[in-house]
Structure formats: C-alpha cells, structure tokens
C-alpha cells in the first residue's frame, strides 16, 4: 500500500507562495512602522517643548529653556541658547528621519523661551522627513504649538 505523501513539487510551489506573499507585505510593514514612529516622535518633540515652555514659564532652575534642531537630533537645552546651556538632552531621530529644514524667525534652528515667559523667541516651523512624508511642527509667536504630516 503506497502512503500518502507531498511531492518536491507541491513543496516547491508551496515555498515559491509563501516567499511572494512575504515579499509583498514586508516593505509594507516596514513602512508602516517607519511612519508610526516619525509620528510617535513628532508628538514626544511637540510635549517636550511643551515642557520647556512650561519650565521657562514657571522660572524652574531660574533659567530659559528651549530646544534646538540638528541633522540627526534634537537638544533640549537649559539657557538662552545651545552654545550657553548648562544643561543638555538629546533626542536622537528614528531610523530614516532626517532634519528638512528650519524656518523660524530670525533665520535660527533654535526655539527658546525665555524665563517667566512662554512666548518663543523665535517662532515658525520645523520639517522632518523620512523620504516619502513631511513631518512638520510649528509654533506661533503666542506660543501654540502644532504638528502635522503631508505628503
């Protein structure tokens, strides 16, 4: 009696399936969650300068605060400036974001806020991409803060 069995065909033509559907929803994957976590640190960027300005507001270490924008990061920064700050954290971008382009007031990548005050120093918009979309965060001269993504 003969048993039962798949043929190196069958087994073949299986695998061949299976790498095609693999081929097609990796990059869809990965793309997914490359956009998730630009977006997830466009909302961590805006709450930390959210703090900022609440920290310059309330004259926490009697100082201003702000943050500053780089190629592959952001810095926070106690001070009035990058180069005077006395405290530092950096926030480094997810894989494939990158810095676009800084148009704030004045021509600076650097948003301040200084103390007793939660109005910005200098205002206007920051863009990140990723290659495919626009991450941007903008902030007025009140001192609202906003984010979107475009394509």
Do not use: C, W
Not at 27 to 56: C, E, H, M, W
Not at 94 to 105: A, C, F, G, K
């Amino acid at each position: 009696m003969r048993t039962k069995a798949y043929t190196t065909i069958e087994i073949v033509i299986v695998l061949a399936i299976l790498m095609a559907i693999a081929l097609i929803l990796i990059p869809i994957t990965v793309s997914g969650i490359t956009k998730t976590n630009a977006n997830n640190y466009l909302k961590d960027i805006s709450s930390r300068l959210f703090d900022q300005q609440i920290a310059s507001y309330s004259g926490k270490n009697s100082s201003a605060h702000g943050i500053a924008f780089e190629q592959e990061k952001a810095i926070l920064f106690t001070g009035t400036s990058l180069i005077a700050a006395t405290d530092t954290v950096d926030l480094v971008y997810p894989t494939r974001l990158s810095l676009q382009q800084t148009d704030l007031v004045g021509g600076t990548d650097q948003i301040v806020f200084l103390e007793g005050n939660y109005r910005p120093v200098a205002y206007g918009s920051v863009s990140l991409t990723d290659g495919d979309q626009i991450y941007r965060l903008e902030i007025n001269s009140e001192g609202m803060i906003d984010y979107y993504v475009s394509d």
